[in-house]
C-alpha cells in the first residue's frame, strides 16, 4: 500500500512489515510531459570527462581498430559497444551503471555495486568518449570561436598551418605567429580578459566523441560503401593522439616540433568535426528544429495560399485531393453504407479516386461538409509568431478546378496572419507567402 505525495515521492508506508523489501533507488515518479524549455550553458570538457569518470560512464578512446580480428568491438575504440548499438543490427545490451551487473538475465535487478537497475543502453548517451591528449590541449569549440574574434581568421588559420623552423645552432626560430602550445601557456596572461571565457572551457586535454548510434559506421550508394566522415576524423584522432602521448618523452627539439605539427592536425581535424556537427543540428532538417522547434504535425497539409475574394472571413476552400486523402475514413465510411458494400473495397476505392475527381466522391464530399457544423480547420500561418496567427475556419467547399491545389483564404484574416502579397498583372490568384494549416481533429497541415 502506498500514498503518491504531492512532490512526487513514493512513500511506502508499510514499509517495516517487510523488512527483506528492497525498493528501487528511484524515489521519484516524473511525470512526462513535452520539453517547455531548452538551456544553454558553456562547460569545460576536462571537467564533463572527470565528471563521467566517477560514474564509470566515461569511455577512454585508444584504439584506433573497429573490430578486433574482425569479431568483436572494442571497449576503448571509436565503437564501443559501452557506447550502445551503432545499428538496428546490433544486439541490445543490458548492463548496470558500473557494467558490474549485465546480460538480459538481469534486466530489471539492482546492482549492489552502484544502486543502478539494469537496463538496456541500445542508445544509452549517458556514456561519452574522449581521446585523451594530456598533458598537452588544443582549443575547444568555444575557445576557437572566442580566439577567432581577438586574432581575426587569417591569424588562427595561420597558427594551425603553420609549424616553426629550426636554425643552424639547432634550436627553434623565434616567429610572430605563435603555436598552439603558446596560446595555451599565455591565454590567461593575453587572451583571457579579451575572450572573456575561463581557460579551462577554452581549452581541452579530452577530445569528446559522440555516440556511435548517431554516426553509423557505413553509408552505402548505388555502387560503394563509404564510411561516414565523422569515424574517418576519430580514427585519424586517435592516432594523432597517441603520437602525441609518445613524442612527450622524447626532450628534443625535433619532438617538439612533431608535438606542434600534430596539435594542429589534431585542431584542424577537430574543427572539421565542429563543422559536421553544426550541420547536423542546424537548417529545416536539423536535430533543434526537427525534434524539438518543428516537424510537421500528424495528419497535416501544407498547400500554396491564394486569394478567394468571395469568402467570409470564417470560411476557406479546399481540393479534392486535400479532403480525399484527410477524410478517407469519412467517405469510405459513407461510400459503404450508400452502396452496402465492404469497408475494406470502400477504402481502395477512395484511395484509387484520391487524385482524380469522381462524381460520386464530389457529392459525398459535398455533403461531409455540409452535414450538422460542416468541417472546420486550423489554418496556421508557419511561423506562429502571434495568437492571431492561428485561425479556425470552416470549409466551404471544394475547388471546382481539380487542377488547383491551393488553399483559398477570405482578404478579411490576411493581416491577423502577416500575409505578405506581392501585385501581378495576370488573371491568376495573387500569391500568399503562407505555409500551415492543421485540421481539426485530422491534422491537415497548409
Not at 233 to 258: F, G, W
Not at 416 to 422: P, Q
Request: charged fraction near 25%.
Amino acid at each position: 500500500m502506498s500514498k503518491q505525495p504531492s512532490n512526487g515521492r513514493l512513500n511506502i508506508i508499510n514499509r517495516d512489515a517487510f523488512p527483506t523489501f528492497k525498493p528501487s533507488p528511484k524515489d521519484a515518479y516524473p511525470v512526462t510531459c513535452r520539453i517547455k524549455s531548452v538551456q544553454f550553458k558553456r562547460f569545460s570538457m576536462d571537467t564533463k570527462h572527470d565528471e563521467l569518470a566517477k560514474k564509470n560512464q566515461a569511455i577512454e578512446i585508444s584504439s584506433s581498430e573497429i573490430y578486433d580480428n574482425n569479431k568483436r568491438k572494442p571497449n576503448n575504440g571509436i565503437f564501443s559497444p559501452l557506447f550502445g548499438a551503432d545499428s538496428s543490427q546490433d544486439a541490445p545490451i543490458f548492463a548496470c551503471a558500473c557494467k558490474k551487473l549485465t546480460g538480459g538475465a538481469n534486466l530489471g535487478r539492482i546492482c549492489p555495486n552502484c544502486g543502478q537497475e539494469v537496463r538496456t543502453i541500445e542508445a544509452d548517451l549517458r556514456h561519452m568518449g574522449f581521446i585523451d591528449i594530456a598533458p598537452y590541449h588544443i582549443l575547444s569549440f568555444h575557445g576557437w570561436n572566442a580566439m577567432l574574434k581577438v586574432l581575426k581568421k587569417d591569424m588562427m588559420e595561420a597558427i594551425i598551418h603553420t609549424t616553426r623552423s629550426i636554425n643552424r645552432a639547432g634550436n627553434t626560430k623565434k616567429s610572430d605567429i605563435p603555436s598552439i602550445m603558446d596560446l595555451y601557456e599565455d591565454y590567461d596572461e593575453k587572451y583571457a580578459e579579451l575572450t572573456g571565457i575561463p581557460k579551462n572551457i577554452a581549452f581541452m586535454s579530452k577530445i569528446p566523441v559522440y555516440s556511435s548510434r548517431l554516426r553509423p559506421l557505413m553509408e552505402q550508394g548505388n555502387y560503394h560503401i563509404t564510411m561516414l566522415e565523422p569515424n574517418q576524423i576519430y580514427l585519424d584522432c586517435v592516432n594523432l593522439a597517441a603520437v602525441v602521448k609518445t613524442r612527450k618523452y622524447m626532450p628534443t627539439v625535433d619532438a617538439e616540433l612533431e608535438i606542434q605539427r600534430n596539435l594542429n592536425e589534431l585542431q584542424k581535424q577537430f574543427n572539421r568535426l565542429c563543422e559536421i556537427i553544426i550541420d547536423l543540428l542546424n537548417g529545416k532538417n536539423g536535430a533543434f528544429r526537427r525534434s524539438l522547434a518543428s516537424g510537421r504535425l500528424d495528419n497535416t497539409s501544407r498547400l500554396v495560399i491564394t486569394l478567394g475574394t468571395d469568402l467570409k472571413a470564417d470560411e476557406v476552400d479546399v481540393p479534392y485531393q486535400l479532403m480525399m486523402v484527410q477524410y478517407e475514413g469519412e467517405i469510405a465510411n459513407y461510400l459503404s453504407r450508400i452502396q452496402n458494400i465492404e469497408i475494406s473495397k470502400a477504402i481502395s476505392l477512395v484511395q484509387e479516386n484520391q487524385m482524380v475527381p469522381h462524381p460520386i466522391f464530389v457529392k459525398i464530399i459535398k455533403q461531409l461538409l455540409k452535414h450538422g457544423n460542416g468541417i472546420w480547420v486550423l489554418v496556421n500561418r508557419n511561423p506562429t509568431i502571434s495568437e492571431s496567427g492561428i485561425q479556425y475556419a470552416r470549409i466551404r467547399k471544394i475547388h471546382d478546378d481539380p487542377t488547383d491545389m491551393t488553399l483559398h483564404l477570405p482578404p478579411d484574416v490576411l493581416a491577423l496572419l502577416g500575409a505578405d502579397f506581392w501585385e501581378n498583372n495576370s488573371t491568376d490568384p495573387v500569391g500568399v507567402r503562407l505555409e500551415a494549416i492543421p485540421l481539426k481533429n485530422k491534422s491537415v497541415n497548409v
